[in-house]
């Protein structure tokens, strides 16, 4: 692995006791997320479970939803809108932009 490959934010760098350890979380709640398929880690070649730094933080933002009490369902439907929300103003910024242009 070459040293710019830890630059890149979907590099899979993390294995599941570490991105447990980096959260403060158990590696169940990393399984958790993968089992209900809102956050599906890469697989090395022997299938273990590896994690990027942007992987990471969306599991941190699963993770405060729950510290406030959210369940899966609401926190998932609250992450999406997030990302949704998120799209959509940058569109609207590239918009802003080419207008302005």
Known sequence: MPLSDLDDEDYPAYTTGRAAELLGVRQAFLRSLDSADVLVPHRSDGGHRRYSR?????????????DDGHLLASAALIVRLQDDLATANAQVEALRARLDD
């Open 54 to 66: 942007r992987q990471l933080g969306v599991a941190q933002r699963y993770r405060e939803l729950f």
